[in-house]
């Protein structure tokens, strides 16, 4: 057990520690955080380490962009260069965070910049945006989202795992993410537990807790409060997805709770390596704009499919579950005639589904767009779903808003259930009041 204080760390949140926590590190074992801020660049994890993170205690990472490296991950879905994660550890074993501390990622100026981009010129310009044209050289990065990708301002994640097995996150706090939040990629035998993920309204792209092609995950005891979706299970996007072809699967959530977010427990929309045999219970949802959200499109290929919620109760939130296949953001405009066609097109290597959903002792109060939204596609509809026991009171009077991020829908407020091209859709004991 080490102390990084005793490699010269100063919890002043001014003076840099990244020395100190290199140093730390490299002695192995349990490496302590004690109370106070401390500043630093990025934190490179060993194999066999704990960085526990005791009460009052910081990390701040720098807000200087030149301090982050290119590092090779997966952003959005296609594997590619970007800015270093903050904390990031790639190809190790037994490692945990741990301990009542905060994770800070200072993001305010990645979002400064992000908006500062999107408003104006979208090709690089900087000498680092320069450098990730080289790296990222003959990857096709069409297929990504909106976050940054046409200026290749590839911000970083505040904590990614790359590549680990037996990781272990337990107590803390993490928030003010530059891009999503914690980013657990490829990983094996991860435990997430009593851990809390923020990031606040004026963020962007602030994702909670992205769990990302891995298999054999636990999650419980979580609190989500977020600009974007709380937590997300992805698989990579189109060609790059299914070259790398790893399925997100065999995760156990159970005893979490949401508060702000585009969605709550989201599947997609990166579906490319598929997404199965998830098992969601015991979660509450408040306010969130949707609850159940899975969503994918023509092009990202794999699906969502052998799913199961229970128990969960839902308050305020905008649509309480969403399922489509037209998702919209980040299509390029020269795509959306075929990403939006409600006529069917043919099946291909890339065209997605979603099936075998099991829905059960859901509960939803005062929702306000909308009580669900189905959405297949007339080539694949949405095949297998159960309702049982599902009870769901909508607003009439409620906050208007488009309860799905799908290609031709209006913004709504007070409607019931809306369904189109799902097969075997089976309902007991279901009921729904509009009032």
Sequence with gaps: ????????????????????????????????????????????????????????????????????????????????????????????????????????????????????????????????????????????????????????????????????????????????????????????????????????????????????????????????????????????????????????????????????GHGSIVMGSETAGGIRNIEISDCVLNGTDRGIRIKSRRGRAGGVENLTLNKITMNGVGCPIVMHLYYECGAQPEEIPALSDRNARPITATTPYIRNVKITNVTANNAQTAACVFLGLPERPISNVLFENVKITVDKNGKPGRPAMAFGMKEMHGEGLIVDLVENFVQRNTHIEIK
Aim: proline share 5%; charged share 25%.
């Design 1 to 260: 057990m080490v102390d990084i204080h005793d490699f010269g760390a100063v919890g002043d949140g001014k003076t840099n520690n990244t020395a100190a926590f290199s140093k730390a590190i490299d002695k192995g074992g349990k490496v302590i955080v004690p109370s106070g801020k401390y500043l630093t660049g990025p934190i490179h994890f060993k194999s066999n380490m704990t960085l526990h993170l005791e009460k009052d205690a910081v990390i701040l990472f720098s807000d200087n962009f030149d301090d982050y490296p290119a590092a090779k991950s997966r952003w959005e879905g296609v594997e590619c260069y970007g800015y270093s994660p903050c904390l990031y550890g790639e190809n190790l074993e037994n490692i945990s965070i741990t301990g009542p501390g905060i994770i800070d990622g200072q993001g305010q100026a990645w979002w400064k910049e992000f908006r500062k981009r999107k408003q104006g010129p979208k090709e690089p310009v900087t000498a680092r945006d320069k450098e990730f044209v080289k790296l990222n050289d003959g990857i096709d990065l069409s297929a990504c989202g909106g976050g940054g990708i046409k200026s290749f301002f590839f911000r970083p994640p505040l904590i990614q795992f790359n590549k680990c097995s037996n990781v272990l996150l337990d107590g803390f706090t993490v928030r003010n993410s530059p891009f999503w939040n914690t980013h657990i990629l490829y990983c094996k035998n991860v435990i997430i537990k009593n851990a809390t993920f923020q990031n606040p309204e004026d963020g962007n792209n602030g994702d909670g807790l992205d769990i990302d092609s891995c298999n054999g995950v636990q999650i419980s005891g979580c609190n989500f409060d977020v600009n974007d979706d709380c937590l997300v299970f992805k698989s990579g996007i189109g060609e790059d997805g299914i070259r790398v072809n790893k399925p997100c699967e065999n995760v156990v959530v159970k005893n979490c709770k949401m508060l702000h």
